[in-house]
């Protein structure tokens, strides 16, 4: 992944909680494959309506060249992880409507985390790092 500068929600940006990294990984090989997940937020468009989203981030590789520091969410997350399918979203408000989960106290914690995040739209949220994409880095632009 590569951590960004600047927010540009077309860039596929999340905003990770470090401390919720998990993964393993194994040889494959003359290569080492990893599979892992995260607690990630996240900004989507459509329809030109904003919305937050909360749920997880799938983080995985079949050919990386190293074992990765499993103890260090830096080396997790620098590493050339594949996205393609994005996170996987568990709750999502639009500033009118929730989506998501059916339990109230699941509801209520997303909540506590989606609104504000809409509100202060773009910053990341408290406890979260951020902006990573699986995107490769932009050049030549500021």
Request: some cysteine; hydrophobic content about 35%.
């Amino acid at each position: 992944m590569h951590r960004e500068t600047r927010f540009l929600i077309s860039r596929g940006l999340y905003a990770i909680d470090l401390a919720t990294i998990t993964g393993t990984q194994h040889p494959r090989g003359d290569r080492i494959a990893f599979t892992g997940q995260a607690n990630a937020v996240w900004y989507r468009r459509q329809g030109g309506v904003t919305r937050a989203c909360i749920g997880d981030l799938k983080l995985w590789s079949h050919y990386l060249p190293r074992l990765l520091d499993l103890d260090d969410p830096l080396d997790v997350l620098g590493a050339d992880l594949d996205g393609r399918y994005g996170g996987d979203c568990h709750g999502r408000w639009d500033g009118q409507r929730y989506w998501g989960a059916q339990e109230p106290e699941v509801m209520e914690r997303h909540l506590s985390v989606l609104r504000p995040m809409l509100d202060a739209f773009p910053t990341v949220p408290e406890g979260y790092d951020g902006w990573w994409t699986f995107q490769p880095p932009r050049t030549g632009r500021s």
